[in-house]
């Protein structure tokens, strides 16, 4: 994890780089009290806590933003509100209805196989309008492609954008969608499209490290562009990272597991069985396998006799 401050950031945000199973918490302080923006996987809660009450010392977090409803960017809401619980929370209101009814199908969570404890909702981030944080109007705008429901938030006299994963240094999250069979990639460029409208002079991404000045900006854009025509010209390709990064993504979780119980979490995780029935080749065990090979030769996990390890 890198330390919180950056030279490229204006005064009262801190950012924490969380790496890959829990997104970057962002956390915007000033006169209208602390914001936190995403808290990560909910395995990471306890440090996401303790995190904030290191920033923060005796006073309370305010409020809770989401940029979207992925477990990696709000597992930890529900430790957050237990901790403050004069806190109130707002998500991208698409989830508004789900979450409120608590519907782990609509909300992935059953689907991918991930957790995220129950929590509430308080308020939700309406594309169009503005929002007081540190001080200052963050504009909210919508972001689909990675996810349908997905905000960015833009503080345009500073020209901080927290992009969450429509953009990355390089690249971007899933397109989520197209695995639904949904076409989803003609969002994703008209996000990138609009992320470039704003002209943003540092990116908070949902992963990795801020970066910002202009070459750095437009060339991340241009990596991500470049990314997406790959993926329209081999949505196979797409495919086959999605599946790759569902499996990666537990094995953050897990660090290491008996390759049996990995493959009985497999072959039971409603997605990956989904994508196997649609474009698998020979039986389950045989496509997980193949991918577990691919994942160790990208040097993303280790295979030991009777084990998966991440790497």
């Not at 981030?125 to 429901?149: F, K, M, N, S």
């Not at 989520?176 to 949904?182: A, Q, S, T, V």
Request: hydrophobic content about 40%; aromatic content about 8%; proline content about 7%.
């Amino acid at each position: 994890m890198t330390p919180p401050s950056s030279p490229l950031l204006p005064p009262g945000i801190q950012v924490w780089e969380r790496g890959w199973l829990s997104a970057n918490n962002i956390l915007i302080d000033g006169p209208d009290g602390a914001t936190l923006i995403d808290s990560g996987y909910c395995t990471h809660a306890e440090q996401t806590q303790a995190l904030v009450t290191a920033a923060l010392g005796k006073r309370p977090l305010s409020r809770l933003l989401n940029t979207h409803l992925h477990s990696d960017h709000c597992g930890g809401n529900a430790a957050l509100q237990a901790r403050f619980p004069a806190m109130t929370t707002w998500i991208p209101p698409g989830h508004a209805d789900a979450v409120a009814r608590w519907d782990t199908q609509v909300l992935t969570y059953h689907a991918t196989g991930q957790s995220c404890p129950r929590f509430r909702l308080d308020g939700v981030l309406v594309p169009g309008e503005t929002l007081r944080l540190g001080g200052a109007d963050w504009q909210i705008h919508a972001a689909p492609g990675h996810d349908p429901h997905a905000v960015l938030l833009f503080q345009p006299d500073n020209g901080v954008l927290v992009s969450g994963d429509a953009l990355w240094e390089n690249g971007f999250g899933v397109v989520f969608p197209e695995l639904d069979g949904d076409s989803a990639f003609a969002e994703v460029g008209a996000t990138l499209d609009l992320i470039e409208a704003l002209n943003p002079r540092v990116v908070i991404p949902g992963h990795g490290r801020p970066f910002g000045g202009t070459a750095a900006v437009t060339a991340a854009i241009g990596r991500a562009r470049s990314r997406l025509r790959q993926f329209l010209d081999a949505p196979d390709k797409h495919l086959r990272y999605a599946w790759k990064v569902l499996l990666k993504f537990k094995l953050l979780e897990w660090q290491r597991a008996p390759r049996e119980t990995f493959m009985a979490w497999a072959m039971q995780t409603p997605y990956l069985v989904q994508q196997h029935e649609r474009h698998g080749e020979g039986d389950i065990a045989q496509w997980l396998d193949r991918l577990l090979e691919e994942l160790a030769a990208s040097g993303a996990a280790r295979l030991e006799p009777g084990w998966v390890i991440d790497a």
